[in-house]
T-cell receptor, first 112, second 111 residues
Framework: DGGITQSPKYLFRKEGQNVTLSCEQN?????MYWYRQDPGQGLRLIYYSQIVNDFQKGDIAEGYSVSREKKESFPLTVTSAQKNPTAFYLC???????????FGDGTRLSIL | EDKVVQSPLSLVVHEGDTVTLNCSYE??????LLWYKQEKKAPTFLFMLTSSGIEKKSGRLSSILDKKELFSILNITATQTGDSAIYLC???????????FGTGTRLQVTL
């Protein structure tokens, strides 16, 4: 079945550690996005990519990094510079600018 | 700065009631307004609105956009317990189809 797969579902990070969240899609979508969701704050855009080997910062990119080496994959690394990483992270993709974004099931990141 | 404001923040209704959820937006290079339903995990797409005054309908759900007043509403008629969820509104800015989300309306439908 076509869709967006995020893994892992739950992730724990120790102080000073970098962690990487996986996002894979088999929808042949060009555009991919990462959002962070905190209680009472809605979704906020971290990074987005319109095409392979190209990506742009969103509204809250500090402390995060991404890569887009393949069309299907858009991993997000939460670095030790992100001081408040506890949140629900959602990956999305869309076929083009005029079509809606569709979301994966998310990864919940917590600090140990 | 792009902004999307939803109201009410939360709502409790009885099964069978009709509800109206509100969304106002200020989004640069506006392309469209989207509604999503989020139960426990992934937000699921409901509607995308691009033109003023044209109602979109899917079963008991409907939505309309007013581009002059920068406003959209989502109506749910004959609510069921399965409608309990957070409903998210997002404005799509033309730059790379970036979405600016509101904080959502938490709807609880009781028996």
């Amino acid at each position: 079945d076509g869709g967006i797969t995020q893994s892992p579902k739950y992730l724990f990070r120790k102080e000073g550690q970098n962690v990487t969240l996986s996002c894979e899609q088999n929808l042949n979508h060009d555009a991919m996005y990462w959002y962070r969701q905190d209680p009472g704050q809605g979704l906020r855009l971290i990074y987005y990519s319109q095409i392979v080997n190209d990506f742009q910062k969103g509204d809250i990119a500090e402390g995060y990094s991404v890569s887009r080496e393949k069309k299907e994959s858009f991993p997000l690394t939460v670095t030790s510079a992100q001081k408040n990483p506890t949140a629900f992270y959602l990956c999305a993709s869309s076929i083009d600018l005029d079509q809606p974004q569709h979301f994966g099931d998310g990864t919940r990141l917590s600090i140990l | 700065e792009d902004k999307v404001v939803q109201s009410p923040l939360s709502l409790v209704v009885h099964e069978g009631d009709t509800v109206t959820l509100n969304c106002s937006y200020e989004v640069t290079n506006f392309r469209s307004l989207l509604w999503y339903k989020q139960e426990k995990k992934a937000p699921t797409f409901l509607f995308m609105l691009t033109s003023s005054g044209i109602e979109k309908k899917s079963g008991r759900l409907s939505s309309i956009l007013d581009k002059k007043e920068l406003f959209s509403i989502l109506n749910i008629t004959a609510t069921q317990t399965g409608d309990s969820a957070i409903y998210l509104c997002a404005g799509n800015t033309g730059t790379a189809s970036k979405l600016t989300f509101g904080t959502g309306t938490r709807l609880q439908v009781t028996l």
